[in-house]
């Protein structure tokens, strides 16, 4: 029997019979499991049949293989912290490549199942030369054997995730889809940091901070941050930064009561879960999105809203000292003051110190390598200065040469994608969408100067997947009318 036929009567089975067989065969082993009173198995055998059911459901359909990585992204922190288990992020990897076999599988019964030719663009493409570079980066005599293991994501998870997000994100109904799903996943974010401030952090985040030395960054005298079930604060303030600008943006575009009302509830607990984690930097991700929003949406009176809003969130922090006795909003406001604040004057000395080290690295000492001192010694563990935001680590790995390449290549991409919205798409509302959508991603790439949230789980995989959507934005434009309503 060729595979062909052999997926062709797995595919037409009948889910009906398939239950039938599962239940029998769970019931057999059940019934074996109460006999020799072994509880292991017994939960094996309840387990089994619903895992078997799943993968079924997953291979005839792979957007929920896809579905079910998206989920393990956003929520993996949170198994990690509570599993307690060294070495689980492997699954990360696992999951995208078991989503990728998925695809092929489902190619080889039908070609034209799977577009795959939606996975050829400026996403893609970049990251390809970026990639490349990195591999150049790896003959630097700076460069240890474990480098590259430890940041395989470069070569593994990162280019997995922009390949299957844009061959499987190309629907206006996984568009809304995804919008409401991610409305959920706000919704058990703001939760948590709820309880954290008011029922304090439970045994296992505890144990975190304390094994990971976090408590130093998180138990401030000017206020705990929270972290909800992000890595750290640090990565959970510009994340629910991103979502506040997106869905107030996706608010005003509502035209539907309901989808209005939803949108204006979870951008009020991304806005709450941005200032309960204290994370200054975060500021930045709104405001740039607005200021992008202005350039790109082509519609004037959601423009002037947005300069409106923009420029009194600015007055309120720059010019007075309202709600100065909030611990939250005084410690948003030092992003306002910049040379006012200590740490801010603390990075610019670390990284005046970073450019007098790596002065004869143009390509910087290789990736997954950290500059120790003045001897050349690399560590991944052990940092005299430490790479304290996302583009600095750039630039400690790939030298000055990488980081023009980097920013480059997202300039390209945000240009090329703006180019798209503007010009490219004909229905008003789908493209307003996007343009949100985009706007929240330039404003996490803003944050990149001032800490690693760009580069974190989830929000690494919700930019790749935004970015999809944007990229196929003329993809789904065919496939609506120019008036037509999607929220």
């Not at 005839?60 to 288990?85: D, E, G, M, Q």
């Not at 306002?336 to 000492?365: C, H, T, W």
Request: glycine share 8%.
């Amino acid at each position: 029997m060729t595979s062909r036929s052999f997926y062709r009567n797995f595919s037409d089975a009948s889910p009906k019979g398939l239950l039938y067989l599962c239940l029998l065969g769970g019931l057999m082993l059940i019934t074996y499991a109460a006999v020799t009173l072994n509880t292991l198995f017994l939960a094996i055998a309840v387990g089994l049949p619903l895992v078997f059911l799943l993968l079924i459901g997953i291979i005839k359909n792979p957007i929920w293989s896809y579905v079910l990585a998206a989920t393990i992204f956003c929520y993996f922190h949170a198994i990690y912290r509570y599993a307690n288990v060294p070495g689980l992020s492997g699954i990360l990897d696992i999951v995208l490549f078991l989503c990728f076999l998925i695809l092929l599988v489902n190619t080889a019964y039908d070609h034209s199942a799977v577009p795959w030719m939606n996975a050829v663009n400026a996403l893609t493409v970049t990251y390809v030369i970026w990639m490349l570079y990195c591999l150049f980066s790896l003959l630097s005599p700076y460069t240890e054997f474990h480098n590259p293991i430890t940041s395989r994501g470069v070569f593994v998870s990162v280019p997995l995730t922009y390949v299957l997000s844009s061959i499987l994100m190309c629907t206006t109904k996984r568009l809304k889809v995804t919008l409401f799903l991610l409305g959920l996943f706000i919704i058990t974010v703001a939760i948590k940091a709820a309880i954290q401030k008011y029922r304090w952090f439970d045994a296992a985040e505890t144990r975190y901070l304390v094994e990971t030395n976090s408590w130093t960054t998180h138990l401030l005298s000017s206020g705990v941050r929270y972290f909800s079930l992000y890595s750290d604060a640090g990565s959970f303030g510009p994340g629910m930064a991103m979502f506040t600008v997106i869905f107030c943006l996706l608010a005003a575009i509502a035209k539907q009561y309901k989808a209005k009302v939803f949108c204006l509830i979870i951008a009020a607990l991304a806005c709450f879960g941005m200032f309960l984690s204290g994370t200054r930097g975060a500021i930045v991700v709104p405001f740039g999105g607005l200021l992008l929003y202005t350039l790109i949406s082509r519609n004037l009176r959601l423009m002037l809203a947005s300069v409106f809003v923009g420029s009194l969130v600015f007055v309120f922090f720059y010019f007075t000292d309202l709600g100065e006795g909030n611990s939250y909003i005084s410690r948003m406001r030092t992003a306002f003051r910049p040379m006012e604040d200590a740490s801010f004057n603390v990075r610019l000395i670390n990284q005046g110190a970073m450019a007098y080290y790596l002065r004869d690295k143009p390509l910087g000492v290789g990736v997954g390598g950290w500059l120790l001192d003045e001897k050349n010694l690399v560590s991944n563990n052990q940092r005299l200065l430490p790479g304290d935001s996302y583009y600095v680590d750039i630039w400690i790995q790939n030298g000055i040469v990488g980081l023009c390449l980097y920013i480059g290549i997202l300039a390209f991409i945000l240009i090329y994608s703006s180019y798209l919205l503007m010009f490219r798409i004909k229905n008003d509302q789908l493209r307003q969408i996007l343009a949100a959508l985009l706007c929240g991603v330039f404003g996490m790439w803003l944050s990149g100067y001032v800490g690693r949230s760009m580069g974190t789980q989830p929000n690494q995989f919700i930019i790749a997947m935004f970015l999809a959507f944007v990229l196929n934005g003329p993809y789904m434009d065919k496939q609506l009318r120019k008036d037509e309503i999607l929220i």
